[in-house]
């Protein structure tokens, strides 16, 4: 009797995945400007390498270090300074980026209801504790929600922050 489920040998997913890390892109970019913990840099790292996206992040030293701590895959991956992020995301904008912010907001898509990212998309995570600050909700195209059943506001930034990028990625 053949088994109901075939694991595949990491031989056989190494071939079927990228040989290096991707140049950047520039179609799909998380961006954690505010953090507060550097391990959730390093996860949504991780994420990005998964999904082919880059990652845009404060200049601050600890970002760097916890970047070069997080990065698990040994090699270089797609990382963008952004020294005022106000300004970068003006910026983006007018670029014609779609700048998405994963908030609870009025009028926010459901994640269920969010679709592939179709141009360039920046999504925008906020400090964990006080979300995206209101100067940057106004730079905002739409906000995505999480809905969540239980008594938590609020998931990590890194987990937020990955389910949002799968989705734009259109991998689930």
């Known amino acids: 009797m053949t088994p109901a489920v075939r694991v ?14 991707h140049r950047c892109w520039g179609h799909l970019i998380a961006a954690p400007l505010w953090p507060l913990h550097g391990a959730n840099l390093g996860t949504l790292l991780r994420t990005c390498d998964a999904v082919g996206a880059c990652l845009a ?15 698990t895959l040994r090699r270089p991956s797609c990382v963008h300074r952004v020294g005022n992020p106000l300004k970068w995301l003006a910026t ?11 908030e609870l907001a009025d ?11 179709r141009r ?26 999480i809905p969540m059943v239980g ?12 389910l949002v990028l799968y989705r734009l990625a259109g991998l689930v």
């Open 8 to 21: 595949r040998p990491r031989r056989e997913l190494q071939a079927a995945r990228r040989r290096r890390a």
């Open 57 to 71: 992040v404060p200049p601050f030293r600890w970002v760097d270090e916890a970047l070069a701590r997080g990065n």
């Open 92 to 102: 983006e904008r007018a670029a014609g980026s779609q700048i998405l912010g994963v």
């Open 107 to 117: 009028e926010a898509i459901r994640l269920a209801d969010l679709g592939p990212a």
């Open 120 to 145: 360039r998309t920046v999504a925008v995570l906020g400090h964990e504790a006080t979300g995206i600050p209101p100067e940057a909700v106004d730079l905002l195209d739409a906000a995505v929600e």
């Open 151 to 162: 008594t938590g506001l609020s998931l990590n930034v890194a987990v937020a922050g990955s």
